[in-house]
């Protein structure tokens, strides 16, 4: 007789073994209750008029600013007191802080967004006149697809910084009873040749002319008359001359404000959520952190959809000036060694959008590593492209101890990259706080239509990432 056959130990039927063994995506909606449901939607309400006041950087931190202002945070100066502060720089980056029990040189935890966006900016010399009327030449400003800027409604919002050093404000275009801007795109009846052409081809960047005016100056000897009655309108408006705008930031954005889509109302779909979903998102967690363990930093970055260059960017020295300061603020003498020392006890998430799935556009995203609206924040271990090239990417340790912190606090979460390998890629400021040897991981919500005129974007998610970023503060 054949000896007896051990019985193989059973772990359980496929489905208990699935559950068990299995990361499945998480549907967020199923985890809320009904209160938090209600929750989310408010939350989400209060981003999308955020959204709208804030159509540029420099708006995104003044809102900010004054919201911390009315929180009790203080401008971080010799002089401040307190436990809250913040600080702004060139009115285009800001950081704010809760001090925490501990020193700082054990660590501090740091969330980085960022508040510029994709857009058209206007040249130096940007006013002309052709064929009876006036227009605006542009410049694209970070990744966009130059026809989705055509034969739309847009606005004109930015600062125009006078002769005399005075500022001027400007945001035309977003009132309902504004005018808005527009540039015109070929009618289709002699677009034969355009369309023939490639996407990225058939508006060159030269076409992107803003029609600002239309009505001729009084004398009907003059020349450019339409010109000169613009500027003169302008100059009884707003006491400017063509000169000015050489030393003006004008941004031409979407003149729509952002809305609820969907008859369900589920999502968010407008202009400027790469990054202000995840600058609203952390700036309110920074606002709702009281006294927590390690100091909690949040910080706007200028510049990013241009590869962080400049003064404003994630490039500058304004964090690491930020966290002297507060080490002096908090007793500790700064020296360049301890500040090092601080930023590699730190832990840091690069909160920034990921490429949502989009269904139609299947083929170009790995579906197993993509991340899906509604099931909840988007972990990217590493950014960059095709070999990993220009990536931040996080260590196995940090990726566990973040995964760790949001099963522990029932964050939903979902890991995907960039879309297919040979397909592109895409970076954030990570790799440029990473070089202090920081901990740092991309994380934030998933959307569709990036860098468009309008991007859209999930409440649920939305609600998910700031009270990821509150537990983060908090951990
Ligand atoms: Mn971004
Ligand atoms: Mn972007």
């Known amino acids: 007789m054949p000896p007896k056959k051990e019985k193989p130990k059973q772990l359980g039927n496929a489905k208990e ?74 009115g285009k980056t800001l950081a704010v ?3 925490g029990r501990k020193p ?10 960022h508040v510029d966006c994709p857009r058209l ?48 404000d400007v945001h035309v275009g977003l009132d309902p009873d504004d005018p808005v801007f527009t540039i015109p795109d070929l009618l289709p009846h002699l677009a034969r040749k355009q369309m023939d052409q490639k996407a990225s081809d058939f508006i060159p960047a030269e076409n992107l002319n803003l029609v600002v005016g239309s009505t001729p100056f009084h004398d009907k000897d003059a020349d450019e008359r339409v010109k000169l009655a613009l500027l003169e309108l302008l100059n009884k408006k707003y006491d400017i001359t063509e000169e000015d705008f050489t030393s003006a930031e004008l941004q031409v954005v979407p003149a729509e404000p952002a809305r609820d889509a969907g008859f369900d109302r589920g999502l968010i779909a ?35 959809e241009i590869g962080s260059e400049g003064n404003t960017s994630a490039k500058s020295r304004f964090l690491e000036t930020f966290i002297m300061d507060l ?34 556009y299947a083929d170009v995203y790995e579906k197993r590593n993509s991340a899906r609206l509604g099931y909840g924040i988007n972990i990217t271990k590493y950014t960059g492209h095709g070999g990993k090239y220009m ?15 949001f099963n522990d606090n029932a964050i939903v979460w979902q890991a995907g990259g960039h879309g297919k390998i040979d397909e592109g890629g895409g970076g954030t400021v990570a790799k440029f ?33 700031h009270k990821a970023f509150k537990v983060f503060f908090n951990s």
């Open 433 to 465: 706080l990473a070089v202090t040897g920081v901990d740092i991981i991309d994380c934030g919500p998933p959307v569709l239509s990036m860098h468009s005129p309008m991007e859209i974007s999930s409440k649920e998610d939305i609600w998910m990432c």
């Open 391 to 405: 990536a931040s990417d996080a260590n196995a340790e940090y990726a566990a101890w973040i995964r760790k912190l």
């Open 17 to 90: 073994l699935k559950e068990k063994l299995y990361k499945e995506p998480v549907r967020t909606w199923d985890t809320l209750s009904e209160n938090e449901r209600k929750q989310a939607f408010d939350y989400a309400e209060r981003f999308r008029i955020f959204l709208n006041a804030a159509r540029t950087e420099r708006k995104a931190i003044q809102v900010f600013v004054d919201r911390a202002s009315k929180e009790k945070f203080k401008e971080l100066s010799v002089r401040s007191k307190g436990s809250k502060f913040f600080q702004s720089m060139h």
């Open 270 to 304: 407008g202009y400027g959520q790469d990054d202000r979903v995840c600058a609203y998102t952390c700036f309110t967690a920074a606002m709702e952190t009281e006294n927590p363990e390690h100091t909690a930093i949040a910080v706007f970055y200028d510049k990013e």
């Open 97 to 99: 802080a809760v001090i």
């Open 104 to 113: 700082l040189t054990e660590g501090l935890r740091i969330i980085t967004a």
């Open 327 to 360: 080490m002096e603020k908090t007793g500790t003498q700064p020296k360049a060694r301890d500040l090092y020392r601080v930023f590699m006890n730190s832990k840091a998430l690069s909160a920034d959008v990921a490429a949502g799935l989009d269904p139609t």
């Open 121 to 168: 900016d206007l040249k130096a010399n940007p006013l002309y006149e052709d064929s009876g009327m006036a227009f605006l030449k542009t410049h694209y400003y970070g990744g966009v697809k130059k026809y989705q800027w055509v034969a739309r409604s847009l606005a004109l919002c930015g600062t125009i910084i006078r002769g005399d050093g005075s500022v001027l």
